[in-house]
C-alpha cells in the first residue's frame, strides 16, 4: 500500500515507520490517521515484521492535533482526524512486535499519545512532551489519561493532563518517559540498531513478554503472575526455547525461527 503522509519501508523484518507531514509539524489530519489505521491492521496480518521503528520527517515528531483558532472551534476534519485517531492509536496498542520511537521537537496531544504506546522510547535532548488539550478547554484523548500515568506516574502525568505542564526532555528521562537521550544526528541510527539487536531475538519470546507487561499491568497481582507463569510454561515447549538451550550450550549464537 502506497502512503501520502507516512512513509513506511522494511527491511530484514524491521517496519521503519516515519509520519510525513512536516510542513504542519506532523499534525494528525484524517489522511494522516486512516493511513496509520491501515498500517496497523497490516502489520497484524503478516508474519515478516518482527520490529517496528517509529519516527518522522522534519524537526518535529508530532504536535498531535492542532490547537483550535477559537473557544467555538471544532471543525468537522479535527473531529474526523481525532475519531480516526483514536481508532488507529488503539490498533497500535495491539501490535505484538515491540516498537521503538525515536522522539524530536514537539512530542505533543495525540502525538505523545502514540509515543506511549511504544514500547522503547528515544528522543534528542530538543524533545519536548506536552498534553496542551486542557488549556484548550478539551479531553485528551488516544488513550492518554491511561497510558501516561502508568507510565510516569499519577502525580507527574497529573500536572501535563491538568495543568498543561511541558516537559523538557532531560525531565522527561528522569520521569521515564524517555529511556534514552541521543545526539540529534544519531537519534535514527540508534533506534534502527535497537531494533536489528531485537529481530535477531526469539519472537516468540518478545510478544509474549510483551504480552505479560502489557495485560499484566491491567490485572491483579496474583493473577498478573499466574498469567506469568502461563506464558512461560507454554513457551518451555518451542523451539525457540530449546534453540536457546542448545546455543548456550554450544557457546554459539542462536538461530531462533520464531516457533
Known amino acids: 500500500m502506497k502512503y501520502r503522509f507516512l512513509d513506511v519501508w522494511v527491511d530484514d523484518c524491521i517496519a521503519h515507520v ?3 507531514n512536516p510542513e504542519n509539524h506532523n499534525q494528525f489530519n484524517p489522511e494522516m490517521a486512516q493511513e496509520l489505521l491501515s498500517l496497523a491492521r497490516d502489520v497484524q496480518e503478516r508474519d515478516d515484521i518482527k520490529v517496528i521503528v517509529l519516527g518522522a520527517r ?3 515528531f508530532s504536535s498531535g492535533l492542532p490547537a483550535p483558532d477559537d473557544a467555538e472551534d471544532f471543525s468537522d476534519e479535527a473531529y474526523s482526524a481525532l475519531t480516526l485517531a483514536c481508532a488507529a492509536l488503539e490498533e497500535w496498542a495491539r501490535l505484538p512486535v515491540p516498537i521503538i520511537a525515536a522522539i524530536k521537537g ?3 496531544s495525540l502525538g505523545l499519545s502514540l509515543a506511549c ?3 522503547i522510547r528515544y528522543a534528542t535532548e530538543n524533545a519536548v512532551f506536552s498534553v496542551p488539550e486542557s488549556t484548550w478547554g478539551r479531553v485528551p484523548a488516544g488513550g492518554i489519561t491511561q ?3 502508568r507510565l510516569i506516574g499519577k502525580g507527574p502525568a497529573m500536572s501535563m493532563l491538568l495543568g498543561g505542564d511541558v516537559v523538557q526532555a532531560h525531565q522527561a528521562f528522569h520521569l521515564g518517559l524517555v529511556n534514552k537521550l541521543i545526539e540529534d544526528d544519531l537519534l535514527w541510527v540508534e533506534a534502527c540498531n535497537k531494533a ?3 529481530v535477531n531475538m526469539s519472537t516468540l519470546s518478545l ?3 510483551k504480552e505479560c507487561l502489557l495485560r499484566g499491568s491491567e490485572l491483579p497481582l496474583e493473577q498478573a503472575l499466574r498469567l506469568e507463569l502461563d506464558i512461560y510454561m507454554l513457551l518451555q515447549t518451542s523451539q525457540d526455547r530449546m534453540e536457546g538451550v542448545r546455543s548456550f550450550l554450544e557457546k554459539r549464537t542462536p538461530n531462533f525461527i520464531g516457533e
Open 117 to 119: 504506546i511504544a514500547d
Open 147 to 149: 497510558r501516561l500515568p
Open 207 to 209: 510478544q509474549y513478554t
Open 58 to 60: 522534519g524537526k518535529c
Open 18 to 20: 516515519l509520519l510525513n
Open 106 to 108: 514537539y512530542c505533543a
Open 196 to 198: 536489528k539487536q531485537l
